[in-house]
Structure formats: structure tokens, C-alpha cells
């Protein structure tokens, strides 16, 4: 199955995310990295990625390949992470067929009722294990 993580910035959530996921799954899944700016991409990269590419292209081209997309609301909210979101990007992650599983981080003005405010290693532990839930349904 292939995972994409998406980040921007200095990659520290996907970085984080990468990790686990590597730690929980080994090679049984496909990890892209998909950075905003490259630096996001090399941390996540550095962290076990399998492959990354950086960019608006790079996520438009690759979020309606992948089985499972990953990172932070705010990938589906154009202009966030301080503008690097654009609209194509939160257009294509929100568009993939795609199962997403977003860490509910509220720094891009959107506040999911419901969501228990987490830690963030605590929000990245529940991602991880939605997706072994997802990978071992088949969904």
C-alpha cells in the first residue's frame, strides 16, 4: 500500500510521522514523502521515506496515486502553513480517492468539533494506528 506523507515547513510533523509509520510497518508499505519545500521532503526523507518529490506538482501528480495520504489538516486548506498550501495542492489531497487521515492541528483555522485536543506525539500514535486499521481491512 502506498502511504503518502504530505508536510511543509521544516517537515518535523511528517518527519514524526514517517517514523512511526517505518517503526510500525517495516517495507510492507510504501512510504512517499510529498514536501511543500524541499526541506520538508529531505527531513522526511531522512526519516525512512522510500521516495519524495517537493512541490504544488509533485502533490497534485502523486495525492490520486496513493492508497492512504497522511499529515495535517491543514493540507486541505489552501493558503495554510503560512500560504504554502496552495489551492491545486488542498484541491488534489481533498480530491484523491485517497483515505485520509489527518492530524487535527489547529494552527490553520479549522477546529474539528469533536476532536479531543491531543498532544501532538499522542494525535501521531492514533494516525498510525488508523492506518494498520485501514491497511489491514483492505480499505
Do not use: W, Y
Not at 506538482?57 to 502553513?81: E, L, R
Amino acid at each position: 500500500m502506498k502511504v503518502a506523507v504530505i508536510d511543509g515547513q521544516g517537515g518535523g510533523i511528517g518527519k514524526a510521522l514517517v517514523e512511526k509509520l517505518r517503526l510500525a510497518f517495516g517495507d510492507k508499505i510504501d512510504i512517499i514523502a510529498l514536501g511543500t519545500n524541499a526541506l520538508a521532503t529531505s527531513a522526511m526523507l531522512k526519516a525512512g521515506a522510500g521516495e519524495g518529490a517537493s512541490g504544488e506538482n509533485a502533490i497534485v501528480c502523486n495525492a490520486p496515486k496513493a492508497g492512504i495520504i497522511t499529515g495535517s489538516i491543514a493540507v486541505i486548506a489552501a493558503h495554510s502553513m503560512l500560504g504554502e498550501i496552495t489551492p491545486l495542492m488542498a484541491q488534489a489531497v481533498s480530491g484523491s480517492p485517497a483515505q485520509k487521515v489527518m492530524l487535527p492541528l489547529n494552527r490553520c483555522g479549522l477546529l474539528i468539533a469533536g476532536a479531543k485536543q491531543e498532544s501532538l506525539p499522542h494525535s501521531i500514535d492514533e494516525a498510525v494506528k488508523l492506518i494498520g486499521e485501514i491497511i489491514q481491512h483492505g480499505k
